[in-house]
């Protein structure tokens, strides 16, 4: 079984590896960052014995996938599994961060997943089950102020897994859209769920659980995962609610947290 | 003027310990995660005796990259300082998570800190310990007498519980000092684990969530860190390597079953697969 999973190097990606490897699928990992890239694939590689591939990769640039694909297809490589973890997100007001900051959010989540998907749609293992797992968020569901063009990159992919699971009915393949609350990833979102005090506990879902039933679930042939009976209600609560009431709404929650986290020194 | 290593002292227990033994003569090469927060206490040790000898070098011991550089630059301090020779390394640095979380190389955090780190710095170390007869001191806790290693998932991964992997993290130190004395006793090297007590520090509150509200009531009941600093100064001053394994301020006390030659020996195996290295070809 092989598994290709981009944004292998974060936090969410490595413990998809972790759990890959733990399963004995044949890993080809990437990431923009090489050193972590390095780290990851060297540390799998001591503590399993499966096959580990690692190729560093910008998937904002066409001519890098390409690359990456000429790469996988020099090994001779076809897939059974792809896991589009690669993400970014920059917190903060529209006009507070930079213009080609946010226009790389949607680079790379919405456009970058569209290319490996793309491209290893067409390197899958015609012979077996494909599974595709698209990384949305609990901030697809409602329209987002402070994180606007995040939360709008994950409703585009939370709708493009719906649909592209449509058209893959009958090829024997799934598309899955993981939609996490918070994710333990790393020190930054750490701090981020901490600053939104009691409502943050309550999001935060245990990454190494979010990552085993992700991938059972999947192959289960599932559409959508939303970890935590909480974020299911919140899910549910914001169909029924008008999407300006939860826009104002978040945007007051929003507001207060950020202040406490991002502009600390601004506190009177 | 003999030398020590201690690794965590930016704060708590480990800035108090690099502390007390520079007041009592040690040359102090101290460490800590972040190079502002190493010149404050820095600065700190130096208010309290200025003529103590301490330096200290910033490395993130969740790295391993940066255990293994800071092992190296260590080796050439310890070369130009000291004759090559290290008196004690006290692997103290630590944390508590409140959430499931991998290091760069997909290791849970508190395995990798608490116990690996510790591993690491010591196998780099261990040429200039064995020149001096020197002790390796680990941090441990009265908590590792609750936990057992579970091989089949060291990481923890399946149902993670942030106590049981910091227990299990503790459990894994004093195994480690174990081992060493087990396989490094005709080098000279003594290696002993630490019961600091409970001790009131930051540890837990930089872990938030639950475990910060949990440990903002508990630490209340705990020593200064000056205090538990005492139970380290008795395991580095006497000339002759101290008796026992597992010691808190007081002396020698009892540690938990799980504490075999036969786990200690497992554990080491395991420990040198995971960090890609061998003690055989260092010592
Ligand atoms: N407090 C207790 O009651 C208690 C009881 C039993 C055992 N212990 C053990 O005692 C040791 C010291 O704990 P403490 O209570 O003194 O806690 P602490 O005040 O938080 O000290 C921990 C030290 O480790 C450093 N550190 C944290 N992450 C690091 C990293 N990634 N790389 C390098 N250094 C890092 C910290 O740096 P920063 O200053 O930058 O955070 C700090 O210097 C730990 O091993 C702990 O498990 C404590």
């Known amino acids: 079984m092989n598994v290709m999973i981009t944004g292998a190097a974060g936090g969410l990606g490595r413990a998809m590896a972790v759990e890959c490897a733990r399963r004995g699928y044949a890993l080809f990992l990437t990431n923009i960052d090489a050193p972590a890239l390095a780290a990851i694939q060297k540390g799998l590689s001591r503590r399993f014995c499966v096959k580990i591939y690692a190729e560093p990769c910008d998937l904002t640039d066409s001519a890098g996938v390409d690359a990456l694909m000429a790469e996988i297809d020099r090994l001779g490589l076809r897939f059974d599994m792809l896991l589009n973890i690669a993400g970014i997100d920059y917190e903060g007001g529209f006009l507070r961060r930079e213009r080609e900051k946010i226009v790389r959010i949607v680079a790379l989540n919405d456009e970058g997943t569209l290319r490996v998907t793309h491209a290893v749609l067409q390197r899958r293992n015609p012979d077996a089950r494909f599974c595709i797992v698209v990384v949305s968020s609990l901030a697809a569901l ?60 309550l999001t935060t879902n245990a990454m190494e659980r979010v990552v085993r039933k992700t991938l059972d679930l999947a192959w289960k042939g599932r559409a959508r995962y939303i970890p935590g009976a909480f974020n299911r209600l919140l899910f549910l609560l914001g169909k029924a609610v008008p999407a300006s009431w939860t826009a104002a709404l978040i945007f007051r929650r929003w507001t207060q947290t950020q202040k406490k986290w991002l502009y600390p020194t601004q506190i009177p | 003027m003999k030398t020590i290593v201690i690794t965590g002292a930016t704060s708590g227990i480990g800035l ?33 005796a200025p003529d ?224 890609g290295i061998s003690y055989q070809e260092e010592t």
């Open chain 1, 142 to 201: 409602f329209p987002m102020p402070l994180k606007a063009a995040y939360a709008a990159s994950k409703r585009f992919l939370m709708d493009f897994g719906m649909a592209l699971r449509q058209e893959l009915t009958g090829q024997d393949a799934n598309v899955l859209t993981l939609c996490p609350g918070g994710l333990s990833t790393n020190d930054e979102v750490c701090a981020a769920i901490l600053a939104q005090g009691v409502a943050g506990s």
């Open chain 2, 16 to 48: 108090e310990t690099a502390r007390l033994l520079a007041c009592r003569g040690f040359s102090v090469i101290a460490t800590g995660r972040d190079a502002g927060r190493c010149k404050a206490a820095r600065d700190s040790i130096l208010a309290s």
């Open chain 2, 52 to 275: 103590a000898e301490v330096r200290f070098y910033p490395a993130d011991l969740m790295r391993r990259k940066d255990a293994l550089d800071l092992s190296a630059r260590i080796r050439e301090d310890l070369d130009r300082t000291s004759a090559g020779c290290l008196h004690a390394l006290i692997n103290n640095a630590g944390c508590a998570k409140s959430w499931y979380a991998t290091t760069e190389d997909g290791l849970e955090q508190q395995f990798a800190l608490n116990y690996l780190a510790g591993f690491l710095l010591t196998y780099g170390l261990s040429p200039a310990l064995s020149r001096a007869g020197g002790r390796v001191i680990m941090t441990a806790s009265q908590s590792h007498k609750g936990a057992r290693v579970r091989w089949d998932d060291l990481m923890l991964t399946r149902r993670y519980n942030p106590l049981t992997a910091y227990k299990q993290s503790k459990l894994c130190d004093v195994l480690f000092a174990r081992a060493l004395n087990d396989r490094y006793a005709a080098l000279g090297i003594r290696a002993y684990a630490v019961d600091p007590g409970l001790v009131c520090t930051e540890i837990g509150n930089k872990a938030g969530g639950v475990v910060g509200l949990v440990w903002s009531l508990r630490k209340r009941h705990g020593i200064p860190p000056s205090v538990s600093a005492e139970a380290f100064a008795r395991l580095c001053i006497p000339v002759q390597h101290p008796a026992g394994l597992y010691h808190d301020r007081h002396g020698e006390k009892a540690f938990s079953r799980q504490v075999t030659a036969e786990n200690a020996a497992r554990l080491f195996s395991v420990s040198e697969r995971l960090c």
